[in-house]
Nanobody, 124 residues
Framework: QVQLVESGGGLVQAGGSLRVSCLAS????????MGWFRQAPGKEREFVAG????????YYADSVKGRFTISRDNAKNTVYLQMNSLKPEDTAIYYC?????????????????WGQGTQVTVSQ
């Protein structure tokens, strides 16, 4: 069992940066692949970034590639999403998710555990 709590969301101007964090509880975190998703009002939840259990493999949606960086610290049971050069279209609730399967997963249906989300708002 993995429980996830996101933090670090907020309001930022376009072009700015923000880092959101996801603190996990449960002894299986270090063996869990993690992902960040986001959902804007009226839209489906979409994949943003993923990271393997070791942190050795990361992958991104095309829309954030080169601007966002996912990382993890297994000693702190935390996964991060550093967001730079933010755009108004990045505005959404950001969710972290965990899966104990190995591989790259882009669909929310591939993830078993979810946090409650943190709001990120990017103003013009």
């Amino acid at each position: 069992q993995v429980q996830l709590v996101e933090s670090g969301g907020g309001l930022v101007q376009a072009g700015g940066s923000l880092r959101v964090s996801c603190l996990a509880s449960g002894r299986t975190f270090s063996r869990s692949a993690m992902g960040w998703f986001r959902q804007a009002p009226g839209k489906e939840r979409e994949f943003v970034a993923g990271i393997s259990w070791s942190g050795g493999s990361t992958y991104y949606a095309d829309s954030v590639k080169g601007r966002f960086t996912i990382s993890r610290d297994n000693a702190k049971n935390t996964v991060y999403l550093q967001m730079n050069s933010l755009k108004p279209e990045d505005t959404a609730i950001y969710y972290c998710a965990a899966t104990q399967r190995s591989g790259n997963y882009y669909s929310p249906y591939d993830y078993k555990y979810w946090g409650q989300g943190t709001q990120v708002t990017v103003s013009q």
